[in-house]
């Protein structure tokens, strides 16, 4: 068990559980009226915790760059899909069934646009995500085949050139977009800068220190600030509420900073070790089932005066249903999977497997 892949696998949870305050302690009431009560008291803290998502974009470009190495295309594109989709095909069957026998309707989708979700890209059939947070994972998708694309098609010693070189891109059709109000297409859109932030970690904390890889960091921050200068006015407009920059940049500055020191810390207990990788284990169950059904139970089964035990409830549930599927099923599916599938990769890796 590596110690890089244990801290990451901390910060994944650190980044689920922003994401799920932002959720249910801000966004759901504030912006999309999905859900009934509200939490004013954690407003000004919740409202950061979209941040999370970045974070989970800067670890997938750390450890995805590290995944791809010594792998196969087959190899690496068996690893990406036996890692995404299993979990991701359950949790969204719960997700479905849940919303609609809580009589969720505001979240409920068809059951045509239900099956439109079955390849994770629901928004290429022009249908609606069965749970709003599936959006990032379409991103993840993108990012995948950026990786495969660039590491079997472009000399190693080009590759941090050629992920700048994606990242510059993105960033200049984001701001054209944006500028003349056209919808570009793009992969993973304005938030490639933040995938390149994780492969220029990863690189640099790996050896490659060249003028190439530092350029990439450099394009990699400009294009994330782009995007969160962004969201200071979508904040504004959408969200009808006011976030700071410098609370914003030093939130993305620690994240960058943990995920250098996950190469860096060494940890000796073991115990400690299993814990960090049992809680990454759980975060992307965690990820998937949190949203919609947490608040179809808070809309259903708490009023005003029981809010505050209702978040607690809920949180709590999520927490332990995720456990749940990672050590019923996510694990042991995961496993039985790659050993059939044959990845060039023992199958034991699997339970640390990056997401």
Not at 93 to 101: H, P, Q, S, Y
């Amino acid at each position: 068990m590596e110690n890089r892949n244990a801290i990451l696998d901390g910060l994944r949870l650190v980044a689920a559980l922003a994401v799920l305050i932002f959720h249910f302690g801000f966004r759901g009431y504030v912006a999309e009226g999905f859900q009934l009560l509200r939490y004013p008291e954690i407003a000004d803290f919740a409202k950061y915790g979209f941040l999370g998502v970045e974070l989970f974009f800067i670890i997938s470009g750390y450890v995805i760059l590290m995944s791809v190495q010594g792998r196969s295309p087959r190899s690496f594109t068996i690893a990406r899909m036996v890692r995404l989709y299993p979990t991701f095909w359950l949790c969204a069957f719960a997700t479905f069934v849940v919303v609609n026998l809580l009589g969720q309707t505001h979240l409920a989708t068809s059951p045509l646009q239900a099956a439109a979700n079955i390849p994770i890209l629901a928004s290429v059939f022009g249908a609606p995500y069965i749970d709003g947070v599936y959006w990032s994972l379409a991103i993840e998708i993108q990012f995948y085949v950026v990786v495969a694309a660039l590491y079997f098609s472009v000399p190693p010693k080009h590759l941090a050139t050629a992920l700048a070189i994606w990242v510059a891109a993105g960033a200049i059709f984001f701001v054209a977009s944006q500028t003349l109000g056209i919808n570009f297409r793009y992969p993973c859109s304005s938030y490639a800068g933040f995938f390149g932030i994780g492969s220029a970690i990863y690189l640099a904390e790996n050896g490659r220190r060249s003028r190439s890889v530092w350029l990439l960091y450099l394009v990699s921050l400009v294009s994330a600030f782009i995007r969160l200068f962004a969201y200071l006015e979508s904040a504004s407009t959408t969200l009808h509420v006011e976030v700071s920059l410098p609370i914003m940049t030093a939130i993305l500055i620690a994240s960058v900073a943990a995920v250098h020191l996950s190469h860096r810390i060494r940890i000796t207990s073991s115990r400690l070790l299993t814990t960090l990788t049992f809680a990454g284990g759980m975060t992307y169950p965690l990820y998937l089932l949190h949203q919609n059904i947490g608040y179809s139970i808070l809309n259903r089964f708490f009023d005003e005066g029981s809010r505050w035990s209702g978040f607690v409830v809920v949180v709590v549930l999520m927490l332990v249903l995720s456990a749940f599927v990672y050590v019923i099923y996510d694990r042991p599916v995961r496993t039985a999977l790659m050993r059939q599938l044959g990845s060039r990769r023992k199958a034991a890796t699997v339970e640390r497997a990056p997401g």
